[in-house]
């Protein structure tokens, strides 16, 4: 569905591949949110860390990009990047999802990198979360707290950005205030920066809050817009008898959109 007036355009950006545990691959990513008429995506595989168990693991069951493996996710994305603006003026900005997993809720964290081709670099997830995200940020990417608080599902949880919110409330360029279908009411209530996402694994996931922009389509505006706060956010839902998308909030409601609130 097209979203009128301006430059605005419907945007994700939390989004897997088959690089780490999505279930589509990279050009079937660019087709499905294309032929949706979205405006923007990020592709945002997983980095595990390297010298965990859990990472050890996610790296053998191939569920994490890896430094052998990201220079091969770069050029795929850069090549379907050109694609997407080619076929569908789709703007592909590259990604990836730092993830410090740990049997503790309150010791794991998330952390979303989205920035440019020309500095678009590995960073590794070991060390203390401050390391990784300052990386991201030298990179000139943005860097944004995922799922940060109780995602509403029965999953593990990553409370460790949260608990130091006060402490990373500068360091950290947006907190998801959705992550898929449910919107975080701890995040929406505070002066914090803030985005919307699907954190897609599979198609079915497409039915959640997603971030509106209204700017140009490029990647210096898009990211210039999310730091600036330039952004509202709207309740996708796709009806899958005749395939036609909509923007829907609660049960009852034919439409929402929800403002920024810092």
């Not at 595990?48 to 050890?56: A, F, H, L």
């Not at 890896?66 to 592909?92: C, G, H, K, N």
């Not at 608990?163 to 919107?183: K, M, N, Q, T, Y």
Request: proline share 5%; aromatic share 10%.
């Amino acid at each position: 569905m097209p979203y009128p007036g301006g430059m605005t355009m419907l945007a994700d950006f939390h989004i897997h591949s088959t690089f780490s545990d999505g279930s589509l691959t990279v050009p079937e990513l660019v087709d499905f949110y294309g032929s949706r008429g979205f405006g923007a995506i990020a592709i945002t595989d997983h980095i595990c860390e390297e010298k965990t168990w859990i990472g050890v693991l996610s790296s053998y069951l191939g569920k994490t990009l890896t430094p052998a493996t990201f220079p091969i996710y770069r050029e795929i994305l850069r090549s379907e990047a050109d694609r997407a603006w080619d076929q569908f003026r789709m703007v592909l900005l590259p990604g990836f999802e730092i993830s410090k997993n740990s049997i503790s809720n309150h010791r794991s964290a998330h952390v979303l990198g989205i920035g440019r081709f020309d500095t678009f670099t590995y960073v590794a997830a070991d060390g203390e979360i401050l390391e990784p995200i300052k990386k991201i940020k030298a990179q000139g990417a943005i860097a944004a707290a995922a799922h940060p608080v109780w995602t509403r599902k029965r999953e593990k949880q990553t409370y460790h950005l949260w608990d130091r919110r006060e402490e990373l409330a500068g360091v950290l360029d947006a907190w998801e205030i959705a992550s898929g279908p449910h919107l975080f009411e701890e995040v929406r209530r505070t002066g914090l920066p803030k985005i919307a996402t699907s954190d897609l694994h599979r198609p079915s996931q497409i039915n959640a809050w997603k971030t509106v922009l209204n700017c140009e389509r490029h990647p210096d505006a898009i990211l210039d817009a999310i730091r600036k706060q330039e952004v509202s956010f709207h309740y996708y839902r796709e009806l899958a008898r005749n395939r036609e998308s909509i923007t829907r909030g609660t049960e009852g409601e034919s439409h929402r959109t929800l403002a920024t609130t810092a």
